[in-house]
Each structure stands twice: as structure tokens, then as C-alpha cells.
């Protein structure tokens, strides 16, 4: 199978190393290395929406935000490196202007 990239991969702080979450795949082999003990409803919401992106029946992306949230609730999410979203739309450098 393919990997399913996200867009933006995420950056995690575990132990002082930085691991980087690029694809679904990645994102549910760390969740099922999550230690049994500290598996609680945030978990499980990441972990089913990532299943669910698995099966097809959930976006990835959508699935991807659930896994934000389950590092950011757990006090694991790194900092964030600004990527551009391809598809959004030039805003016209004129309206900048406007504001300064």
C-alpha cells in the first residue's frame, strides 16, 4: 500500500527528539506504540479517524487533524513550520497596502 501523505506533516517532541508524522501510516504506527496507560478518549478519537482514513470513509487530512489534537491535548506537538497551501488562492499584494 501506498503511503498516504499529509499535506503538512507534523513535528513531535518526544524525550527531547523531534519526530516528524508525514503520512497516515506513520501516524497510526505511533499511536499504536502509545503506551497502554495514558490511551484515553483522545486517543481513541485519533486513533479510530485514522483507521477510518485507512478504510476510505474518513479524509485523511480530517484524520490527520485528529492526530494534531491528540498531540497537542498530550503535550507532545512541536512547533509548527509554516508550509504555503498550494491550492489557496495569491492574495493581492495591494491589500496589504490598504492595512499599512
Not at 503511503?3 to 499504536?32: C, H, K, M, T, Y
Not at 484515553?40 to 489534537?69: H, I, Q
Not at 498531540?71 to 488562492?89: E, V, Y
Request: include cysteine; glycine fraction near 6%.
Amino acid at each position: 500500500m501506498d503511503a498516504i501523505l499529509f499535506r503538512v506533516p507534523l513535528r513531535l517532541n518526544i524525550d527531547g527528539s523531534e519526530v516528524e508524522i508525514d503520512s497516515l501510516q506513520n501516524a497510526v504506527i505511533f499511536l499504536r506504540d502509545w503506551p497502554g496507560a495514558r490511551r484515553g478518549p483522545v486517543y481513541a478519537c485519533a486513533m479510530k479517524s485514522c483507521e477510518a482514513a485507512l478504510a476510505g470513509s474518513v479524509r485523511a487530512e480530517d484524520a490527520r487533524k485528529a492526530f494534531e489534537s491528540f498531540a497537542r491535548i498530550t503535550g507532545i506537538l512541536g512547533a509548527r513550520t509554516f508550509a504555503p497551501d498550494p491550492a489557496a488562492t495569491r492574495v493581492p499584494s495591494s491589500l496589504f497596502a490598504a492595512h499599512h
